[in-house]
């Protein structure tokens, strides 16, 4: 029962779509991987952790990370965040996993590794870690963080590379 809330809170974090279009490839720990025939694409999803610091409630957007793949463009494991908070102009957004970091692009609420091969090393990393963090600064000038846990990643990120892998 457990696995099915997780699933559903993951799939409510991607309003984007009918549930009806998606296809569950499973729940692994905290994220899970799904199927789109119809875009096509697949994906693994999870949401940020429960805030823990009383400047941490305030959220312009519900924050998650995926790792997606579109088969038919030709993009494998594309890592993308949908931050809790607009992001300021020009500001830094920054991914911790470890003791590495990385500075990420993005606009809005939004927020991608730099290339490819940015998204190689960070994947690389999120197999070997427990957590991740983001951090940054909204537009009204105020720190925020989004924290992951990692646990399951890189079984939901196996499973959504199969769900498109015959493509």
Request: proline share 3%; with cysteine; charged share 25%.
């Amino acid at each position: 029962m457990r696995k099915v809330a997780i699933a559903i809170a993951v799939i409510g974090a991607t309003v984007a779509l009918p549930l009806a279009a998606k296809q569950d490839l499973g729940v692994f720990g905290t994220w899970a991987a799904f199927r789109d025939a119809d875009t096509p694409r697949c994906y693994a999803i999870a949401k940020a952790n429960a805030p823990i610091l009383e400047s941490e409630k305030y959220r312009d957007y519900e924050p998650y990370a995926s790792v997606g793949t579109w088969p038919d463009e030709g993009i494998r494991n594309q890592l993308h965040f949908r931050l809790s908070r607009q992001i300021r102009q020009n500001s830094r957004v920054t991914l911790i996993i470890g003791r590495k970091s990385w500075a990420l692009r993005g606009g809005g609420g939004d927020a991608w590794t730099a290339d490819r091969s940015q998204d190689a090393a960070v994947l690389a990393a999120m197999r070997s870690a427990t957590r991740m963090t983001v951090r940054g600064t909204d537009a009204r000038g105020r720190l925020f963080t989004n924290r992951y846990s990692l646990q399951g990643a890189a079984t939901a990120i196996d499973a959504a590379q199969l769900g498109c892998s015959g493509r």
